[in-house]
């Protein structure tokens, strides 16, 4: 500290001490807690202020002080309901997994699987099924309205679910919707679009998507409704579920029938012990599994990872291409700094600093990308949609791998986002960010490890180790935008990834502590004990202590 800062501070400190502040701790410490507030909140904001005072040389009472910590406590949060035991997604665990990578790596408009993807699949499906209503009742159809509830409410704002809903809405999926479409939504939230039911035609717009209630006793905290309306009368009415990472459910939905696995598994050690025993990969598992749950040949499973891959690879160009001076939508005000990163980081003088440079800028890249609402790709999700990419394009683009050793990545870093979701949530919403960027780190360094034809106990220990080190890892968007912290984030989870790999592929792996399956069921007891206001809410951490100018 400044001598003269010091010593003026010290002055007033005397001076302020005709009734010396600290003489009499009673005035230092608020009596009682108020009823209803964070105790801990409470004590800090309490005890900030009277430092504060304290140092302007004036003092304060503890009464006083009461009356401004309360004025500036945060609003409380009523802990979100129990997700519905009867939601698919809740039973988790039950049986072999049957999840398909179609189901699973979807393309779509970020910023958020849960908040984009799946609301716009929601209004796509509603409409699906409004257009095969009788005749009869579409010819009395006046008006479409689509109701937002819980997070989608608390955070749908930031995430842009009204233009991803409308979207929807007026029949865009999200894998071909057009970028452009939902900026120009953006632009001109007045426009109307015509909604052909039968011989009818409804015009919709932003204003038949309504925020409700943030709080209440929902099946899941991110739940909406769709109507088609007589007037008051209601005609169609459908609530849905967006669950994470773009995955949908409805009220009595019940899980579409699949064929059995070629290899049944819960767990990672059942999934390791039929590539062990077969002497095949965790891939090559994972690929017969697809084939045989699926109906599909070799080829259809390839084709469709190639589509995934080239999807991601173009993400990163297009983020490495938009201009340094590039800000992202928002009240944030973010500047886009991949293509900065990138360039400086080709100029570092070590070969190390140039690869983890560059790694960040290819995961900053793309998430970026996520920021900006253009298409990227759920692995899990939106916000952690940098981390894979990243990993891709470094291996296919830099480092020159053969693709057919990325697709084999892809497929055993299904594996991995497959016991996350069967055991733990790729959801924010009820498991803050170690569910997404933890997850897609986790995938990662099971792609990276098996691109590198490592053994299925190294894919095993690398994907384990990068899931243990985002354990706890809370979800608290800057002002509910999928920017700050979590562009940066998906940096730090791709280089976590090749950190995981690093050390996998490097220790002795029979001595490897901890089993991937134990580390899941951590990520699952977390998410269940993680306080509400850091699942996606915007309610604390970052988002609190932030202040946007
Ligand atoms: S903090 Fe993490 S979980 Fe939350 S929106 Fe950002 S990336 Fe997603």
Known sequence: MNKALDRSLIKRLLEADCEDPL????????????????????????????AAAVMMGHSISAQERTAK????????????????ADLNVVKKGQGPVLTTADEFYKVGPGPSSSHTIGPMRITYDFYQRATKLPADKLARATKLQVNLFGSLSATGKGH???????????????????????????????????????????????????????????KHPNTMTVKVLAGDEVLLEQEYYSVGGGFIEWKGYTPPKKNPPKYPFRLMKELRAHADNNKISIAKVILANEMSIAGRTEAEVYAFIDKII??????????????????????????SKAAT?????????????????????????????????????????????????????????????????VREGMLAALAIGYLCKHHATLSAAEGGCQAEIGV??????????????????????????????????????????????????CA????????????ASNEIASRHRVDFDATVMALAETAKDMNSKYKETSEAGLALSVTLC
């Not at 701790?25 to 608020?30: A, F, I, V």
């Not at 730090?492 to 050390?503: E, H, M, Q, R, S």
Request: with cysteine.
């Open 440 to 489: 897609a780190s986790s995938m990662a360094a099971a792609l990276t490890a098996t691109a590198y034809d490592a053994e299925s106990r190294v894919v095993e220990n690398a994907a384990e180790s990068a899931l243990e080190h985002h354990l706890g890892m809370t979800c608290d968007p800057v002002a509910g935008y999928v920017q700050v912290p979590c562009i940066e984030r």
């Open 341 to 405: 990163v990138y360039k400086r980081a080709m100029d570092d003088r070590y070969a190390a600093d140039k690869g983890i440079g560059a790694l960040s800028a290819f995961a900053l890249a793309a998430s970026e990308e996520n920021g900006r609402g253009h298409l990227v790709i759920t692995a899990p999700t939106g916000g952690s949609a940098g981390v894979m990419p990243a990993l891709v394009y470094g291996l296919l683009e830099i480092r020159k791998l053969d693709r057919q050793k």
């Open 69 to 84: 910590a309360l004025a500036t406590l945060p609003q409380a949060s009523s802990p979100k309901p129990p997700l519905a």
């Open 160 to 218: 842009g679910t009204e233009r991803a809903a409308l979207a929807g809405l007026v029949g865009n999926e999200p894998a071909t919707v057009d970028p452009k479409f939902l900026d120009s939504l953006r632009d001109k939230p007045d426009q109307t679009f015509p909604v052909k039911l039968g011989d009818k035609s409804i015009n919709v717009s932003l204003k038949d998507i309504i925020y409700d209630a943030t709080k209440g006793d929902f």
């Open 310 to 335: 080239n999807a991601m690879v173009a993400t990163v160009k297009s983020g490495l291409s938009m201009p340094e001076d590039d800000v992202l939508p928002g009240p944030i005000k973010l500047h």
């Open 23 to 50: 003489a009499s701790t009673d005035q230092l410490t608020s009596q009682e807690i108020p009823p209803g507030v964070d105790r801990r909140t409470f004590l800090m904001r309490s005890a900030v202020g009277g």
């Open 492 to 503: 730090f989870g791709a280089v976590k990834a090749w950190t995981a790999y690093a050390i």
